[in-house]
Structure formats: C-alpha cells, structure tokens
Nanobody, 123 residues
Framework: QVQLVESGGGLVQAGGSLRLSCSAS????????MGWFRQAPGKMREFVAG????????DTAYSVKGRFTISRDNNKNTVYLQMNSLQPEDTAVYYC????????????????WGQGTQVTVSS
C-alpha cells in the first residue's frame, strides 16, 4: 500500500517560515518525481513545487518562486518544502504527490497523493 504522509504544517505569522515534510512508503521512492500542491477555500488545486527523481531538476510556481524551495532525501524517502516569507495568501492545505513523470507542474501526471497538511498564515 502506497502511503504519503505530510507533516510540518501549522499556524505562522506573516513573514515567518515553515518546513513541510512528506514521508513516502510502499513505493520505490527514488523512481518517482515528487510534487507539492495546495488548495485554499474557493480556489482550485494549484501547483507549488516539483522535483525530479534524483533532485537534479526542480520547478516552482511563479507565486512562490524565491520564497519556497523543494528538496528530497532519497535515503529517507522524504521530500521537503521549505517555505519562507510566508504570506496570508499562502494559507491552504498542502498536498504531497508522487508520480513517474517529468511534467512536474501537471497534477494529472501524479499517481499518488497524501491527505494534506494545513498551513495557516496570519496577517
């Protein structure tokens, strides 16, 4: 059974930082690209960041570029999202996803999804 478990969400003031983690099990982690997506109330699911199998390629959404950084540790079967300079508009449920894809920004290319972790940024 494939399982992706997000952690690290919480409440933070604007300008603060959080580090999200996604622990994967039940799959060959190093054979999957990993991505982070988010969904806020009243908004569609949107791409946040993605990383290739070995971490050689990354991509981030324009809205978070320069503030968020995705990384992975294949020895720990874990992908991270370092979020700096958080703003209220970053408030959302953040989801981790895994897929055998090079198209990191496209959610339909991902096969497995976690249940999400809430990030709330107060002004």
């Amino acid at each position: 059974q494939v399982q992706l478990v997000e952690s690290g969400g919480g409440l933070v003031q604007a300008g603060g930082s959080l580090r999200l983690s996604c622990s994967a099990s039940g799959l060959a982690f190093s054979s999957y690209a990993m991505g982070w997506f988010r969904q806020a109330p009243g908004k569609m699911r949107e791409f946040v960041a993605g990383i290739s199998l070995n971490g050689g390629s990354t991509d981030t959404a324009y809205s978070v570029k320069g503030r968020f950084t995705i990384s992975r540790d294949n020895n720990k079967n874990t992908v991270y999202l370092q979020m700096n300079s958080l703003q209220p508009e970053d408030t959302a449920v953040y989801y981790c996803a895994a897929g055998r894809t090079a198209y990191l920004r496209i959610p339909t290319r991902y096969e497995y999804w976690g249940q999400g972790t809430q990030v709330t940024v107060s002004s």
